[in-house]
């Protein structure tokens, strides 16, 4: 489908809100749309990520941006916004505290064998396994309602939605 620049808010008015997109979800359950720069993604991915609507037809609520500049402002808009459910962001393994442990963590993570490294590095070698809350932040999910992270996140560890 082309859209002209003229066209373009009558698309977003009948594509793009929160109940166009929960209609899409609600016949496919995953979505991806892709759309031009300028479209309205991010402006309609935090429109749906506040609606009450969203929150009364689906329990849980994954969003994976592309990158963590766009993640970035959806966070920013939920914090201004006063957004009340419990949501949380999956963070990226903070590889510069794993300093000489990173290598080794990059062999698990090409072999996807993110738990095996979280037990033979994070706990048993990590000199800040104290103080890192990097490894429990799964665990820490139950309840959510919303959770963030980028769409890494999900090449990483293709199992993350089920986990949820």
Request: glycine share 4%; net charge neutral; hydrophobic share 45%.
């Amino acid at each position: 489908m082309r859209v002209t620049e003229n066209e373009l808010d009558a698309f977003r008015a009948e594509h793009l809100t929160p109940s166009s997109i929960l209609r899409l979800l609600e016949q496919y359950v995953r979505v991806l749309l892709r759309l031009a720069v300028g479209v309205g993604k991010s402006s309609a991915a935090i429109a749906l990520l506040l609606s009450e609507l969203t929150y009364q037809r689906f329990d849980l609520v994954v969003y994976a941006a592309p990158a963590w500049n766009i993640l970035a402002e959806i966070i920013s808009a939920i914090e201004r916004s006063g957004f009340s459910l419990p949501w949380a962001v999956i963070r990226p393994r903070p590889a510069e505290r794993c300093g000489e442990l990173d290598e080794q963590w990059r062999a698990y993570e090409g072999s996807k064998c993110f738990a095996l490294a979280k037990v033979r590095l994070c706990r048993e070698r990590c000199p800040h396994r104290d103080d890192c809350d990097w490894p429990g932040q799964l665990e820490k999910l139950q309840g959510t309602r919303l959770v963030l992270m980028t769409e890494q996140r999900l090449d990483l560890v293709r199992t993350m939605i089920s986990m949820l």
